[in-house]
């Protein structure tokens, strides 16, 4: 499992909760999400020594992305079963 900041493990936590949030909201903040992992600098270029730090905070940045992905694609698949089985 990928690594996580304390404080932005809460504020993805806090972002992946689907209460009574309407799910095209929750949809467009995964996209947003997936987008920030596929184009992170980390995941595309090649390491080059005297920018360490900048590819590191961008590794951290895309880990994190990750566990916003797979905490978002969990709340939205509950979800949606939910509004299945939930009476008309």
């Known amino acids: 499992m990928p690594s ?4 932005k493990e809460k504020e993805q936590k806090k972002a992946a909760e689907l209460d009574s949030e309407d799910m095209t909201g929750a949809l467009g903040r995964l996209c947003k999400l997936i987008d920030s992992f ?3 600098p980390a995941l595309k270029n090649a390491v080059d020594a005297p920018q360490l730090e900048k590819i590191k905070a961008d590794k951290a940045r895309a880990d994190s992305d990750l566990v ?3 905490e978002f694609r969990e ?4 979800r949606a079963e939910s509004l299945k089985t939930a009476p008309k």
């Open 68 to 70: 916003g992905i797979i």
């Open 75 to 78: 709340n939205i698949q509950k």
């Open 4 to 7: 996580v900041p304390d404080d």
């Open 38 to 40: 596929v184009e992170n």
